[in-house]
């Protein structure tokens, strides 16, 4: 589903006024529902989440906070719901026999690097991990998840999206009010430019960690060439920013609802424009891996890492985590 465009902006307009009292009943609803206590697990949660639906670089900080612990030394597993899939779990994720139609692709790019667990139950995916080895535990999404209780709670913040139009689902973007969303974390992240004034609805005693995404080595061998740019992620502007930043010559681009399940036909369209333009179809990874495999070859696909302003301060939260965490000598 593509998001409104009246969720972004001031919040005023007929239809955010209409819809507000269902935004009141689903406020209510989602408070009503984080208020029950979840399952304690003996092990480090870690959540990467957010207020408002669509991405805001959650999974590109669980990544990151995974691949830290485990340059500790620390066994980490991830925890998804896995959106967009039909299996609802507990599962371990194994990328060669599962697809982005039965676990998400979040699930997938987090499976490559890392074990991973799909569950629409996360005390239950949390138990299997655990009892699979887990020392620690990486949640990709999950703040408004009250059936497993979290040690550290990050508020991801897209800075070209802020909190859109400040008003909660159906009449904005929020999952729930914002003040709601920050008493449950103890830190925020922005990723990017703060474009919207979005910390200034955050409370001056709140951390706030600043980040932003960088391409990988593929992207520098895009400069000068003419690219067909096509994504299905929650702010595509950010991916062409980034291929033009990288100095691609983008000859065309198409944009799709996020996590969008491209089919063959699709693919024989996009493929087509590309080769029509004389440009190279690229992707990001997260589309990637909703491709149908018989189209990937034709695909480049442009990778992106988190670049930390103060990565210390990321560090030392994570260190009495760490020290909960039993490492063998």
Known sequence: MRAPDFWTGDGSGIAPFLLSPLSALYAAATARRVAKPGWRAPVPVICCGNATAGGAGKTSLALDIGMRLAN????????????????????????????????????LLLAAERPTWVA?????GARAAVEAGAQALVMD?????????????FLTIDGSYGFGNG??????????????????????????????????????????LRARTVPGPEA????????????????????????SEARAIIAGRAAYAD????????????????????AIPV????????????????????????AWDEPARLEAMLDPLVARVPIPA
């Open 72 to 107: 500790r030394g620390v066994a980490v597993h991830f925890l998804t719901r896995g959106y967009g899939g039909t299996l609802r779990g507990p599962l371990r994720v194994e990328p060669g026999r599962h697809d982005s139609e039965a676990v998400g692709d979040e699930a």
């Open 120 to 124: 629409a139950d996360r005390a239950a």
């Open 141 to 153: 999404d999950g703040l408004q998840n009250p059936t497993l209780e979290k040690d550290l709670s």
């Open 167 to 208: 008003r909660v689902i159906p009449a904005g973007p929020l999952r729930e009010p914002v003040e709601a969303a920050v008493a449950r974390a103890q830190a925020a992240v922005l990723m990017g430019a703060d474009e919207h004034g979005a910390l200034a609805r955050l409370p001056y005693a709140l951390p706030v």
């Open 220 to 243: 520098a061998q895009l400069a000068g060439q003419a690219v067909f740019a096509f994504c299905g992620i929650a702010n595509p502007r950010k991916f062409f920013t980034t291929l």
């Open 259 to 278: 996590h969008y399940p491209y089919d063959a036909g699709d693919m024989r369209e996009l493929l087509a424009e590309a080769d029509r333009l004389r």
């Open 283 to 306: 992707t990001t990874k997260k589309d990637f891996v909703r491709i149908p495999p018989a189209f990937r070859a034709r695909v480049t696909v442009v990778t992106v890492t988190l």
